[in-house]
């Protein structure tokens, strides 16, 4: 299981969405699942939301929007056992808000959605001691935000701590266990090569390592403006070649000024993945800025092919 954690808008679902179709052009079996019924993964594929229920994006690649209240009943249902209990307690208009606000049940059983996906079997067996090949060979979780996805994380233990004992508790344990796990789990952290984003990035590592109960798998810096020049040679001359474009004026000029742009841009992301790098000690990879119109499929296996060179 990967959780593909970042701020808002660094493009986590570009990064799971190429994780994805990595996997599956490597022949496994994959899902992207996604928080808070999100249904990014159908508009990035062109496809028709997926819903509840798993749906195909690509060969080997499917998709499924994790809804919190279809997801609290089915683990509840199948935890207490009887839906007459889960209907007379949690369905309960008093209960029900107190449950989700103070036990943060909404993000356990988020989660815990996910540990299903990871006990289901290609026989149809299901569970912690079933046996057989997984489903799924790899589970990418498009997670919310930072603060929510960090949250989701921390949700088991949370579980634990207000329970103590019983069949919560239980559930919970199992999954913050799996968690941990780290051949079976972690966390890929996504960033742009900007001040806040770095910075949020560098705080919720800090976090996780803290904490300690999930393994951070790497660090993707997402939208990197390329270098402006591609040999030694061309930045040695770069001096020359701007003063005779400024000097010729008209269209010389204005690309002396998109270079100098450029090469502001690229110095600053520099400074940002140095920082990464010096911070954390963690793996890291650069993917290319891309505009949203070019962002179709075949973008995004070029996207998976960089990453795969990390993986």
């Known amino acids: 299981m ?13 990064v799971s969405a190429s994780l994805g179709l990595l996997a599956a052009e490597r022949g496994r079996r994959a899902i992207i699942t996604e928080a808070a019924g999100a249904e990014t993964m159908a508009a990035l ?4 939301p997926v819903g509840y229920t798993p749906g195909r994006l690509a060969t080997n690649l499917q998709a499924l929007s994790i809804q919190p209240g279809a997801a609290v009943e089915e683990y509840l249902v199948r935890t207490l056992k009887f839906r007459l209990v889960y209907e007379m307690v949690f369905r309960n208009r008093f209960v029900e808000p107190f449950m989700s606000a103070v036990m943060g049940l909404s993000d356990l059983i988020t989660v815990g959605k996910v540990m299903d996906l990871e006990w289901e ?16 060979d790899l589970i990418i979780v498009d997670s919310p935000a930072t603060g929510h996805g960090l949250s989701l994380l921390r ?4 579980m634990m701590d207000v329970t103590r004992v019983g069949p919560l508790f239980n559930n919970a344990r199992l999954i913050r266990d799996l968690l941990a796990d780290e051949q079976k789990t972690g966390v890929v952290l996504v960033t742009l090569a ?14 996780l390592r803290e904490r300690g109960n999930v393994h951070i798998s790497g660090i993707v810096v997402n939208g990197v403006v390329p270098p402006v020049f591609d040999d030694p040679a061309t930045a040695e001359c770069w001096d020359r070649v701007r003063r005779q474009g400024l000097e010729l004026g008209g269209a010389a000029a204005e690309s002396v000024r998109d270079a100098e742009r450029s090469l502001r841009d690229r110095n600053r992301a520099e ?17 290319p800025l891309l505009s949203k119109r070019d962002l179709d499929a075949k973008a995004l296996a070029e996207l998976g092919t960089v990453l795969g060179a990390w993986s």
């Open 45 to 48: 594929f062109d496809r028709e």
């Open 121 to 136: 079997r290609v026989d149809g067996s299901f569970g912690p001691d079933a046996e057989g090949p997984n489903k799924y």
């Open 2 to 14: 990967l959780f593909v954690l970042g701020k808002g808008g660094v493009g986590k679902s570009v």
């Open 155 to 158: 949700s088991p233990q949370a």
């Open 271 to 287: 400074e940002h993945i140095a920082r990464l790098r010096e911070t954390l000690g963690l793996p890291l990879i650069e993917l």
């Open 194 to 207: 900007e001040d806040m984003p770095v910075s949020e990035t560098i705080q919720a590592a800090t976090e």
